[in-house]
């Protein structure tokens, strides 16, 4: 009879071992989707920085220090996205996100540049795709956070360390 009681308790903490890995696996899925879909719109506005400094260089010739720094900053956003270095990520992201703004801003006091249309409308997609990197970005850090907390919590936490499983990074 302790063997049967025996042998209940311990299908039912190996039942309970494979839901908490199944629930740790789906978090992790989700920060990997979250991840990816936030790289897709890092490549697509990498991809479209040099169409809206190409029109930048012909009009604003003695500005190419502005163009050079988001250059820079662009392919060390590209690096470490490559990387997945999140905290490199976050200061190159940062880096990037200034270099745009003052571009931007003194690309105002080109009015030939501002009348382009080609200009106009890579300046609003780009524009629309940092909104969405923002979003993506907040999607993923919550997907992380969750990871974090999931796998620190009492009797996940065991699992956790069991297969192996570490802390997502947060993109702040």
Request: charged share 25%; aromatic share 6%; net charge neutral.
């Amino acid at each position: 009879m302790a063997w049967i009681i025996v042998l209940a308790i311990a299908t039912l903490l190996a039942i309970l071992a494979i839901v908490i890995r199944s629930g740790l696996m789906r978090v992790r899925a989700e920060v990997r989707q979250s991840w990816s879909s936030l790289d897709t719109l890092l490549i697509e506005r990498h991809d479209l920085l040099p169409g809206l400094l190409e029109p930048c260089a012909h009009h604003m010739r003695y500005e190419q220090d502005a163009l050079d720094r988001v250059s820079r900053a662009d392919a060390a956003v590209i690096i470490a996205a490559a990387r997945e270095d999140i905290p490199a990520l976050a200061a190159a992201e940062k880096s990037l996100q200034g270099s745009i703004a003052r571009l931007l801003a003194l690309a105002d006091n080109y009015p030939q540049l501002g009348a382009d249309p080609a200009f106009r409308g890579l300046r609003e997609r780009i524009g629309q795709l940092d909104e969405a990197i923002r979003e993506r970005r907040e999607h993923y850090n919550f997907a992380a956070n969750l990871q974090n907390v999931r796998s620190q919590s009492f009797p996940h936490r065991l699992i956790a360390r069991f297969i192996g499983f570490h802390p997502a990074a947060l993109l702040e």
